[in-house]
């Protein structure tokens, strides 16, 4: 009888620690091993996470004519909006419907209060299709048809010489998080304030990211935290700190993601001039969020398998130890995306034959959104095996026309 009672002792461990395994398992799918997950890059197909393409000539003419897309490029409620930059600075949006129709142009530069300055950071409120625009000292928000609704002069309680702002991100009608340059040792990374500017949170620099940047020879912008909307939360990013953090609409904050960065993360004796040849891990350029998938970039020293072959202005070929990444956040497979082509980087076009795709921005309905320049959509038609879509875009396209807007529905 003994002997059954401690079997059944030892069958209630063993299925406690299955049950402790399991959720052991279901914590883990925060994580992010890009250290353990280095030389096994491979070419991804669109089609493994998307369910369609669409490509989408802008109309060209007087009024609708766009100059230097770069990154200004927004998709929400069936509206694609192109923020237009002009020089250094971008004061002009300019926006279109999915069939590619011009329908106006918002512009409210200037210096009065219900106007902007240039054009620093800019959202657009899926929910209410709201234009808010970050200048220099304040933000100013507009609904979709240009009227005025407030502005949020978020220097007025801080001392502008402590805090360079890099961006902001709008949670609800009264929550706006800035983060801050880190060039400057700073005591915190993000700031919240309401639309007064009383601050309603601060988020500190993790100490060993600090002392980090103290001992830096110079200011990197890896060390920069790093902000970006994705539904009802903020996410938050401390320079390398492996800790992504989400912060809700009541200010909860929780671990999002972990990022293992090993080994590989850059020390205090890290140099650009040699870190090409370092081997060190840390996220370069902006990330992507969907319901399913993070999209990420990241420079990897030396330890990239197959560096990143780009153009220089001269034409020579130029190598960066540079790779794009996709997390899924459904099972937490972690992939790094090699460059499919020369020039190109991220996801083959296996639905048109079209060039790679990266996205630019992430729309709250899962849809993905970048572009090609007019004269490379003719070029690539020309010299690849394409769809009779693609080659029929192709043709109706003139190489001075609006870039081609790219949209991929995700699955």
């Not at 060390?223 to 989400?246: A, K």
């Not at 899962?366 to 490379?376: C, G, K, N, R, V």
């Amino acid at each position: 009888m003994k002997e059954k009672i401690l079997i059944a002792i030892a069958l209630l461990i063993s299925l406690s620690s299955c049950v402790s395994n399991s959720d052991n398992q279901k914590l883990d799918l925060r994580v992010i091993d890009v250290a353990g997950s280095i030389g096994k890059g491979r070419v991804v197909g669109l089609s493994e996470i998307a369910s369609d393409i669409s490509y989408i000539p802008l109309g060209t003419n007087d009024s609708s004519l766009v100059g230097t897309v770069r990154r200004g490029l927004f998709f929400e409620g069936s509206l694609i909006y192109v923020n237009e930059v002009k020089g250094h600075h971008s004061s002009i949006l300019k926006i279109f419907n999915t069939k590619g129709e011009f329908i106006r142009q918002f512009n409210r530069y200037g210096r009065g209060p219900q106007e902007y300055g240039y054009i620093s950071d800019l959202q657009i409120e899926s929910s209410t299709g709201n234009i808010c625009i970050r200048s220099f000292d304040k933000i100013t928000e507009y609904t979709s048809g240009g009227q005025f609704i407030r502005s949020v002069n978020y220097r007025t309680n801080v001392n502008s010489s402590s805090y360079n702002f890099t961006k902001f991100c709008k949670l609800d009608e009264n929550t706006y998080f800035l983060s801050v340059s880190m060039a400057k040792v700073n005591d915190y990374s993000v700031v919240v304030v309401d639309t007064t500017s009383n601050y309603k949170l601060t988020i500190k620099y993790p100490e060993a990211e600090k002392k980090l940047v103290s001992e830096l020879s110079r200011a990197y912008s890896f060390t920069d935290p790093r902000i970006f909307n994705f539904r009802d939360s903020v996410r938050v990013i401390n320079g390398l700190d492996e800790y992504v953090l989400s912060i809700n609409k009541n200010l909860e904050i929780d671990t999002a993601f972990i990022i293992k960065y090993g080994e590989f993360k850059p020390k205090s004796d890290y140099n650009s001039r040699t870190g090409a040849n370092s081997p060190v891990i840390y996220l370069y350029a902006d990330i992507f969020e969907s319901r399913d998938y993070l999209f990420l970039q990241f420079n990897l020293g030396s330890l990239a398998h197959k560096p990143r072959e780009a153009k220089s202005g001269s034409g020579k070929k130029i190598l960066f130890p540079i790779t794009c990444a996709v997390f899924n956040k459904t099972n937490g497979a972690f992939t790094f995306a090699d460059q499919p082509a020369y020039t190109q980087i991220g996801f083959v076009d296996d639905f048109e034959g079209g060039p790679a795709f990266w996205p630019i921005y992430i729309s709250d309905d899962e849809y993905m959104i970048s572009f090609i320049d007019a004269l490379d959509f003719i070029q690539h038609a020309q010299t690849h095996k394409v769809s009779d879509k693609f080659k029929k875009i192709a043709d109706g396209l003139k190489e001075t026309d609006n870039p081609v807007v790219v949209l991929v529905k995700l699955k």
